[in-house]
């Protein structure tokens, strides 16, 4: 079961077959069907934006990357962050670590080979960045998400009201539980009469990696480099499949937000939870962080590759340039049969633009020079 945890807002707490598919506005790519037998395709990885946009050309981010077009307006107008309404972090002393594995889950992720990586000291968000805490940020910037601008977002159908699906014209062909949904965004998750109003301690999902960007900004905080993120998922264990160990479920008990039953038409939540849960509601790992793997998905810094050597490396950042952006952790949406990625060395990938019900970011801090 479940812990139930005190948060710092003083709340009690009580992936898919990839396919070309045009979806209108949206489109899912990345079509291999070979992968569909092996059971790795949780689906969302291949979600991504169409070229054809509404939106006007002054506030186009196709051409115009929203970090920065956020930032050009912050600096005419700067807007200190409520500080006290950021996470705590959780400062890492970093140093050398195993990274990848050399028994890779779905090797064509390129999870592997193992190989020796340093990563400086830092500090690190101790859970997901949450609806109340992204709500504070657009309170004070004005800031709106790249979802809200696109005037859509990508939904897991398996939450939709029969309302919303019934208006629905396309879901993505070989992974029908992926739906482009009108008026999906971070306030309305599940479309257009869903509210996170009960949720504002659960991680805030839809967001692109600009919109990411332009909260750590404001945080004066950033995304984590894979790597990083990676060293804090381990929690300080070696060479081991998840943050607490090689044991899904030690002594019986569900230690992240994933999924139990039949994906994607039986979801029994034995952990607690069908959708996200709020933050720290599982055990968090030998560093003190919640929710590293499962719950939702964390955008990285980097740019996404599959081809990785032995080679020891400090600091890796990732491919100089790239398509798409890389995300760790699986989400509540995970299950082995189809998307065994909540495990540390696991990762997958987005198009920066895309947005989803099952992805969310942290920030990391460097150390005061
Ligand atoms: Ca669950
Ligand atoms: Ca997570």
């Known amino acids: 079961m479940a812990s139930v945890l005190l948060n710092r807002f003083g709340v009690l707490f009580l992936c898919i077959f990839p396919a070309c598919c045009d979806t209108g506005e949206l489109l899912l790519e990345q079509c291999t069907p070979s992968s569909e037998s ?18 006007s050309d002054e506030n186009n981010l196709k051409h115009h990357d929203g970090a920065n077009v956020y930032s050009e ?56 960045v949450t609806n109340q805490q992204f ?16 005037g859509d977002s990508f939904v897991f159908e398996g939450l939709l009201n029969e309302k919303v699906k019934s208006t629905l014209s396309h879901a993505v062909a070989a992974a029908p539980w992926w739906s482009p949904v009108k008026g999906a965004d971070w306030r309305h998750p599940e479309g257009p009469d ?13 967001v692109s990696w600009a919109d990411t960007q332009s909260y750590c900004r404001w ?30 479920m030690p002594r019986g008990q569900h230690y992240a937000n994933l ?9 029994t939540a034995e ?17 003190g962080l919640y929710d590293m793997v499962g719950n939702a998905w964390e955008w990285t810094a980097d740019w996404w590759n599959i081809h990785h050597n032995t080679e020891e490396k400090k600091n890796p950042k990732g491919p ?3 398509i798409d952006r890389v995300k760790k952790g699986g989400s509540y949406m995970c299950h082995k049969s189809y998307c065994y990625r909540y495990r540390c060395a696991a990762r997958s990938q987005n198009t920066p633009d895309s947005s989803a019900s099952n992805l969310g970011f942290r920030c990391v801090s460097d150390p005061d020079p």
């Open 194 to 206: 869903s509210t996170t109003k009960h949720r504002m301690n659960h991680p805030v999902l839809h």
């Open 38 to 55: 092996q059971g790795t395709g949780c689906g969302c990885q291949g979600l991504k934006r169409d070229g054809a946009v509404d939106i």
């Open 135 to 150: 709500q504070h940020f657009t309170n004070q910037t004005g800031y709106i998400t790249e979802a809200e601008r696109f």
């Open 320 to 322: 100089e340039s790239g």
């Open 219 to 248: 945080a004066e905080r950033r995304l984590p480099t894979e790597a990083e993120w990676e060293f804090a998922c381990r929690g300080g264990l070696q060479d081991r499949l998840y943050p607490w160990g090689n044991n899904l």
């Open 73 to 128: 307006k912050a600096n005419e107008t700067p807007h200190a962050p409520e500080h006290d309404v950021r996470s705590k972090l959780v400062h890492l002393q970093g140093g050398w670590f195993m990274m990848g594995t050399d028994d890779p889950g779905i090797p064509q992720d390129g999870e592997g080979p193992q190989r020796r990586v340093w990563v400086d000291p830092f500090y690190i968000e101790e859970h997901e």
């Open 259 to 267: 999924w139990q039953g039949d994906f994607p038409t039986r979801n």
């Open 271 to 287: 952990d607690g939870y069908a959708n996200t849960s709020p933050v720290m509601s599982f055990p968090a790992n030998g560093f």
